[in-house]
């Protein structure tokens, strides 16, 4: 397992609109692609984006505590936030958007704003979590905390559970080869959830510790999104 860059965080919703609208008018955010079943939205194509799902609602937070994302002056974008209720912890700035979907803004050199900074998952045991993490080759960063590409995914004291209707669809990295990453999930034993070829992309979903979805997607040389 070779990834990359955190790609996107996917997210079941019942009503994408009021997320699409917050993060395009609010973050600066614009929406790269939409169909029938899901809208994707981000400030860059080939950066951490976010990929909103339709699904029944009400929706569970399970696992995902929040996802973060990297900005180069936090006090700029603050601004953008008048009226929302933001609560400053451990340096960031976090507030709550839909359907208990709850974002934050970290401040760190980055080219692209609001790129992806990382993604806070609960666990009940987040140690035991991040070691197991490195099987799906994310790299160590500290004990509750791995890295792919200069963004984390950190594991927070929590039950994550296993609700019917979560809000967190799957985690995305990207990787050279989905062909290749099949064959190596196949021969590490990994619970393979499924393969798609899609116009864009060619993707291998897994299921990694915790019941958590990630996705190995590669990106076609039609790939044109911006």
């Known amino acids: 397992m070779r990834p990359k860059i955190l ?12 997320i699409t609208d917050f993060v395009t008018e609010r ?8 169909t029938d079943k899901f809208t994707l939205v981000g400030t860059n194509a080939r950066r951490g984006k976010l990929t909103l799902f339709d699904a029944e ?37 976090y507030f709550d958007v839909h359907e208990g979907l709850r974002l934050g803004l970290v401040e760190a050199d980055t080219d692209v704003d609001y790129d992806l900074d990382h ?10 979590t991040a070691q197991k993490y490195k099987e799906f080759g994310f790299a160590p960063e500290a004990e509750t905390r791995v890295e792919v590409g200069g963004a984390f995914v950190e594991f927070h004291p929590g ?3 296993d609700p019917e209707r979560p809000l967190l669809n799957h985690l995305a990295v990207l990787v050279d080869s989905a062909d290749e990453t099949l064959e ?17 992309t060619l993707a291998v979903f897994v299921w990694g510790p915790e019941h958590v979805k990630i996705e190995y997607v590669e990106q076609k040389p039609t790939f044109a999104l911006k």
């Open 7 to 18: 790609d996107h965080v996917a997210l079941w919703v019942a009503d994408r609109d009021p």
């Open 27 to 34: 973050l600066t955010m614009h929406v790269i692609e939409k």
């Open 57 to 93: 609602g009400p929706r569970e937070r399970g696992a995902l505590k929040h996802i973060a994302l990297r900005v180069n002056d936090l006090d700029e974008a603050l601004g953008g936030l008048d009226g929302v209720d933001v609560a400053r912890e451990n340096g960031g700035a």
């Open 119 to 128: 993604v806070a998952l609960f666990s009940a045991s987040p140690e035991e």
């Open 159 to 161: 039950e994550p559970g």
């Open 184 to 200: 190596e999930a196949k021969q590490a034993g990994m619970d393979v959830a499924d393969v798609v070829d899609a116009a864009n």
